[in-house]
Each structure stands twice: as C-alpha cells, then as structure tokens.
T-cell receptor
C-alpha cells in the first residue's frame, strides 16, 4: 500500500524568507502524481502544485516550487518570499496514475505540516 | 463559476442517529470524492462517484454510504452514528476524466456526535 509521510508537524518562517516542507512517500508504482495542498484555517483546501512522476523537471508555480527526487521518493515544497497569507496546513498527497493502481485513483494524504509565518 | 458547496456546514447528532451530508460540485464536474478529516487519522478517502456510479471505495464500514445524482450532486449517509464519526467531512469534485485532474474541495461539513 502507498503511504505518504510528512515528518515536520509544524514549521515556522519569517516573512519574506524561504521555507522547505518535506514529504516522502512509499510506492512500488512507477506512474503516479504528487500534489501539495494548502488548507488555511477554516477555509477550503486548495491545490498549490502538482508533479507528474514521469516528468523529470520540477514543477513551479510562482513562489512555490518542488524538489522531486523519484529514486529517493522525496517530494519537498519550497516557498520563496513567504507571505502572511501562506500560513496554513500543507498536505502532501499521492495519487496512482491508473484506476487499477494501489490508490485506486484516489488521493492518499500525509498528516500535514502546519506552517506559521512571522511578520 | 461557483465552487464546491457542502450543506450543512455544521451538524450535531447523538450516537445511534443517522445523518446525510450533501455536496454540489462545480458545474461540469462529473466526479465527486468524499474524505473524512480527523486530528488523529488525518485525511482518509471514503468513496468516489463518477457519472452516478461508485468508482472507488475506501476502507470504511458499511455504515458509510453515498450516492450521486444525474446532476452530479452527491450525498453521503452515515447510519448508527458513533462518537468516532465526529470529523470534518470534505467533498471534492473534478472533471473526472483524468486522474491528474485537479480536485476542488468544498468547505466541509463539521459533524459532531455526542
């Protein structure tokens, strides 16, 4: 079975600084997708960034970028120029690329990392 | 375009009762997934419906059930509520055609079982 591990329950960053959130996963599949979701306090979860496993190039979305290391099964999220609005729970998630895959096409989430941003 | 909506937002029930939660996906989305979020277990997948058919089901007891209507709206039902069912229930919709499609989450229904 696939698992996703976020080893940092809480992280803190100074406004305008850079922070990296860690995520490792375990799978025997070669074809899958990885996601980072953001859940602000009492607000809806939104997708931050996604990575397709077959793509070697790391995904980037404005101030958010990932470091995808397929062999090491690592998928970290880097937030540059941190803003107060970045404070939230961040969830790393895995999804098989096929309905017949281990996750049956559904998202498997890590336990999350609570990010605080200090002004 | 309106986002995913869930009703009710908050619900208080007692043990043994049953509850029905509703989710309206984004217009045009055909897939609706349900997740349970608790502090202890985190986010766990309940089931997914695509074009009125249950496509996948998570590892939850049969007390948890769901359905999807022809307009893609979905309901989930929990019968014989237990204290451990207290959680935030999230619904997410996507176009449904591809697994890489983004899932858009609703605000959730906070269920408290007393």
């Amino acid at each position: 079975a696939q698992t996703v591990t976020q080893s940092q329950p809480e992280m803190s960053v100074q406004e305008a600084e850079t922070v990296t959130l860690s995520c490792t996963y375990d799978t025997s599949e070669s074809d899958y997708y990885l996601f980072w979701y953001k859940q602000p306090p009492s607000r809806q979860m939104i997708l931050v960034i996604r990575q397709e496993a077959y793509k070697q190039q790391n995904a980037t979305e404005n101030r958010f970028s990932v470091n995808f290391q397929k062999a090491a099964k690592s998928f970290s999220l880097k937030i540059s120029d941190s803003q107060l609005g970045d404070a939230a729970m961040y969830f790393c998630a895995y999804r098989s690329a096929h309905l017949s895959g281990g996750s049956q096409g559904n998202l498997i989430f890590g336990k999350g990392t609570k990010l605080s941003v200090k002004p | 375009k309106a986002g995913v909506t869930q009703t009710p937002r908050y619900l208080i029930k007692t043990r043994g009762q049953q509850v029905t939660l509703s989710c309206s996906p984004i217009s045009g989305h055909r897939s609706v997934s349900w997740y349970q979020q608790t502090p202890g277990q985190g986010l766990q997948f309940l089931f997914e419906y695509f074009s009125e058919t249950q496509r996948n089901k998570g590892n939850f007891p049969g007390r948890f059930s769901g359905r999807q209507f022809s307009n893609s709206r979905s309901e989930m039902n929990v019968s014989t509520l237990e204290l451990g069912d207290s959680a935030l229930y999230l619904c997410a919709s996507s176009l449904g055609g591809r697994l890489v499609d983004e899932q858009f989450f609703g605000p959730g229904t906070r269920l408290t079982v007393l």
